[in-house]
């Protein structure tokens, strides 16, 4: 009977991991549609933090996970900050100043991202791979500069808040090889996130919400961070990392095809090659570092 479950869930991986890109492929629409809706991209950021944060302290409590204490307790919160409230922040405020489609491309460069900072603080080599990789992430970020798109604003703001959102989705791997082992991520979730939306309450103006509003920030909450989560962790179970990071990899073409039919973003020639060059980079991380093939959560 064990056999068969395993054999069941080691079947089921593929399209776990496909669930969870196609989840996180809704992040930029979610938060288009609230922004749209008059609520601001901090608050949008704000409200997922807290929902998904509530989300994740419910499993926690029932799975009944110990939660980080003492000094653990001081680096989640830490991590909550930059993690939770700068990368949330900066996701939404890319969406709202470039569009859905560019702030998915370039999430993508946090491998790169992961590749200079485990050279520079933990003595990663950076071979002749990574450093391809590397240049390539600057080549397409380059051809997305110039060649923008139909919807598309590739304005420096834009640019600055979508390698702001890689940078900081990069530090969740440094975070979880520390932390993934010792403790349960739904409990150093359940920390994170309300320290995350904490951070972000400072510089906020809460707007009414319209019943839409509301959809599209619970839509985030559930979908986007909380059950993406948990399908990504429990294909990953069964499946390598390197094989789930290209079937996560599917998440911007996800988020753009999306962004072309709903809001009528599209990418010109020019930046989707650029756009290849950054996801093709990623992949080339990946598989020559399966370990870091993708962070647990965006």
Known sequence: MSGRRIHSGASAAPLLILTAAVL???????????????????????????????????????????????????????????????????????????????????????????????????????????????????AGIALISFGGGEGVQASGAALAWGLLSGFTYSLYYLYGKAFFDRYSPSALFAVALPVGALGLLPFLSFTPKTGGAWLSLGGLALLCTYLAYLAYSAGLKHLPATRASVIASLEPVVAAGLAALVFGERLSPLALLGAALVIGAALTLSVQKPQEAHPVIE
Do not use: C, N
């Not at 653990?72 to 830490?78: E, H, S």
């Not at 100043?97 to 992961?114: D, K």
């Open 24 to 138: 996180w492929g809704l992040l930029g629409i979610l938060g288009k549609q609230a922004q749209a809706a008059g609520v601001g991209p901090l608050e949008v950021a704000f409200w997922r933090a807290v929902l998904g944060g509530g989300l994740f302290a419910l499993h926690a409590l029932l799975t009944r996970a110990a939660l980080p204490r003492g000094r653990d307790l001081l680096v989640t919160a830490a991590f909550g900050v930059v993690g939770v409230s700068v990368f949330y922040g900066a996701y939404q405020l890319a969406v709202r100043s470039g569009g859905a489609s560019l702030a998915s491309v370039l999430l993508y460069t946090a491998p790169a991202f992961v590749a200079l900072l485990g050279w520079l603080f933990l003595r990663d080599r950076l071979g002749r791979r990574e450093l391809l990789a590397v240049g390539g992430t600057l």
